[in-house]
């Protein structure tokens, strides 16, 4: 009888091992699942924001060629849809022959904002050489 009951008791202590060490390999493939989607969410996101990096250049380069075309003393603001992004474009006029562009793009949940100074030669509109001054982003 005392021979049943150890077996028994040994039987009772392997079953609670095996469910201990069942629910520590479960919170540590809980903890792997959540670190793997964090990665991948985080991945998302920074190709995102290397998209909207870009749309923000293209929004740089639109309002240099506003400056060349128009070469004028007004402060002007312009949105694009570009793709699945949008830029939204100000330049602003601080000093005679020089120029200030924002440029934000977005895409998606993610939005970069980049700044230049652009020097013209001030000869009219559509003959201004702009040059690239400091780049900036913010």
Do not use: C
Not at 3 to 15: D, E, G, I, K, V
Not at 42 to 56: I, K, Q
Not at 81 to 100: K, Q
């Amino acid at each position: 009888m005392e021979r049943y009951a150890m077996h028994r008791t040994t039987r009772a202590q392997a079953l609670i091992v095996v469910l201990i060490l069942m629910f520590i390999a479960g919170l540590i493939g809980l903890g792997l699942s959540r670190m793997w989607g964090s990665d991948s969410s985080t991945r998302v996101l920074d190709e995102d924001s290397v998209v909207a990096f870009y749309v923000a250049e293209a929004g740089l380069e639109r309002g240099k060629a506003y400056i060349w075309v128009y070469n004028t003393t007004t402060s002007w603001t312009g949105y694009t849809a570009v793709g699945l992004g949008n830029h939204s474009v100000t330049i602003t006029n601080p000093s005679v022959y020089r120029f200030s562009i924002n440029s934000t793009g977005r895409y998606h949940n993610a939005q970069r904002t980049l700044h230049v100074n652009v020097t013209t030669s001030g000869a009219g509109p559509g003959t201004a050489a702009v040059d690239a001054g400091s780049w900036r982003e913010d």
